[in-house]
T-cell receptor, first 113, second 115 residues
Framework: ETGVTQTPRHLVMGMTNKKSLKCEQH?????MYWYKQSAKKPLELMFV???????ENNSVPSRFSPECPNSSHLFLHLHTLQPEDSALYLC????????????FGQGTRLTVV | RKEVEQDPGPFNVPEGATVAFNCTYS??????FFWYRQDCRKEPKLLMS???SGNEDGRFTAQLNRASQYISLLIRDSKLSDSATYLC????????????????FGKGTKLSVKP
């Protein structure tokens, strides 16, 4: 059983909807991440939070909005998405961000219609 | 040049075969290296870290060549359960001299072990 839990596991949303993805880690880690995995592409880092502060935003469109209220929880708020945003969204956590193993949640498979 | 490049495969091998995966990375300042494994429709999980001296874990051997910016993974006596996608991962620091890292993933190499 993973120490990183993501909900929902599957989500279908229209382009005008607003939804949120939730991630919770029970490992006592101080860094959390959002990754996007599209078909035939490598995992793409979207956001990094370390000690609840956003460290990195890899030029992600503003229709994706992260929130990290504490070191155990991470959200990804979605609004006015496009069909090309359909992908597997993976949350991960680690103890620090340098030279450490990242533990992944099972992901949310998002379909935008 | 892509940051982390891998042969996408698929590699189709019989049980008991030895299979080798290669990976190259573009950032000579990369600090740490890993192999992750991802089963179909599952999340990636760490298989092993890769050290300059090379390291072995059972049937798995990882090698790093910093001069060539090359990483390898060797699987001996492959099992049906080894079927998965193997991801080469490099950790680059976000800022020079900093401690904040950034895991860069390759596209992965798919392995299928047949009976």
């Amino acid at each position: 059983e993973t120490g990183v839990t993501q909900t929902p596991r599957h989500l279908v949303m229209g382009m005008t909807n607003k939804k949120s993805l939730k991630c919770e880690q029970h490992l006592g880690h101080n860094a959390m991440y959002w990754y996007k995995q599209s078909a035939k592409k490598p995992l793409e880092l979207m956001f990094v939070y370390s000690l609840e502060e956003r460290v990195e935003n890899n030029s992600v469109p503003s229709r994706f909005s992260p929130e990290c209220p504490n070191s155990s929880h991470l959200f990804l708020h979605l609004h006015t998405l496009q069909p090309e945003d359909s992908a597997l969204y993976l949350c991960a956590s680690s103890q620090g961000t340098g030279n450490t193993e990242a533990f992944f949640g099972q992901g949310t498979r998002l379909t935008v219609v | 040049r892509k940051e982390v490049e891998q042969d996408p495969g698929p590699f189709n091998v019989p049980e008991g075969a030895t299979v080798a995966f290669n990976c190259t990375y573009s950032n000579s300042a990369s600090q740490s290296f890993f192999w992750y494994r991802q089963d179909c429709r599952k999340e990636p999980k760490l298989l092993m870290s890769v050290y300059s001296s090379g390291n072995e874990d059972g049937r798995f051997t990882a090698q790093l060549n910093r001069a060539s910016q090359y990483i390898s993974l060797l699987i001996r006596d492959s099992k049906l359960s080894d079927s998965a996608t193997y991801l080469c991962v490099v950790n680059n620091y976000l800022h020079y001299g900093g401690s904040q890292g950034n895991l860069i993933f390759g596209k992965g190499t798919k392995l299928s072990v047949k009976p």
